[in-house]
T-cell receptor
Framework: AQSVTQLGSHVSVSEGALVLLRCNYS??????LFWYVQYPNQGLQLLLKYTSAATLVKGINGFEAEFKKSETSFHLTKPSAHMSDAAEYFC????????????FGKGTRLSVIA | DADVTQTPRNRITKTGKRIMLECSQTKGHDRMYWYRQDPGLGLRLIYYSFDVKDINKGEISDGYSVSRQAQAKFSLSLESAIPNQTALYFC?????????????FGPGTRLTVT
């Protein structure tokens, strides 16, 4: 069965610094991968997705992620953190060409320090 | 208006009470899902439905039941609520035929069982 591991339940960065949120997946078939963001008291919003096209995926708000099959990773990055990026971020995987429900990681809370 | 709505947004109930959480969507998607979110555990799948006649258990279905009244409506019931069902509950939809595979989330229902 597929699974997702997010390294670090809490990451803290300074405003303007690089954001790196780690996600490793386990899947017996080529996966579809997603990053979602949850702002306080809100639902989940899709940041970006990988569905077997380009391995470097660009999303909203300046975020991007790179699919690395050899490392089974899909890490999320942003060159320069902004205060408004403070939120919880979830990595998710779906196997079987997307024909199954998403399996979510436990989430990483990002804090941005002024 | 939001594409995926959930009612109520907040609910406090007592142990042993039956409670229903409702989800409606205007996206025209066939697939609907119920998740619960607990701090540090991410989102866990309770039930999902690929169409009106298809209902499937997720990883944590014990103590819950669902009803798919129409393509647009998917309700979650707690037959006899217990305190460890206190959580944030999310409904989601998807439409793989559109090629996206991502899920779209409602704003959530915060349930407290005392």
């Amino acid at each position: 069965a597929q699974s997702v591991t997010q390294l670090g339940s809490h990451v803290s960065v300074s405003e303007g610094a690089l954001v790196l949120l780690r996600c490793n997946y386990s899947s017996s078939v080529p996966p579809y991968l997603f990053w979602y963001v949850q702002y306080p008291n809100q639902g989940l919003q899709l940041l970006l997705k990988y569905t077997s096209a380009a391995t470097l995926v660009k999303g909203i708000n300046g975020f991007e992620a790179e699919f690395k099959k050899s490392e089974t990773s899909f890490h999320l990055t942003k060159p320069s953190a902004h205060m408004s990026d403070a939120a919880e971020y979830f990595c998710a995987v779906s196997r079987n060409s997307g024909n199954t429900p998403l399996v979510f990681g436990k989430g990483t809370r990002l804090s941005v320090i002024a | 208006d939001a594409d995926v709505t959930q009612t109520p947004r907040n609910r406090i109930t007592k142990t042993g009470k039956r409670i229903m959480l409702e989800c409606s969507q205007t996206k025209g998607h066939d697939r609907m899902y119920w998740y619960r979110q607990d701090p540090g555990l991410g989102l866990r799948l309770i039930y999902y439905s690929f169409d009106v006649k298809d209902i499937n258990k997720g990883e944590i279905s014990d103590g819950y039941s669902v009803s798919r009244q129409a393509q647009a409506k998917f309700s979650l019931s707690l037959e006899s609520a217990i305190p460890n069902q206190t959580a944030l509950y999310f409904c989601a939809t998807s439409d793989p035929q559109a090629g996206g595979y991502e899920q779209y989330f409602g704003p959530g229902t915060r349930l407290t069982v005392t």
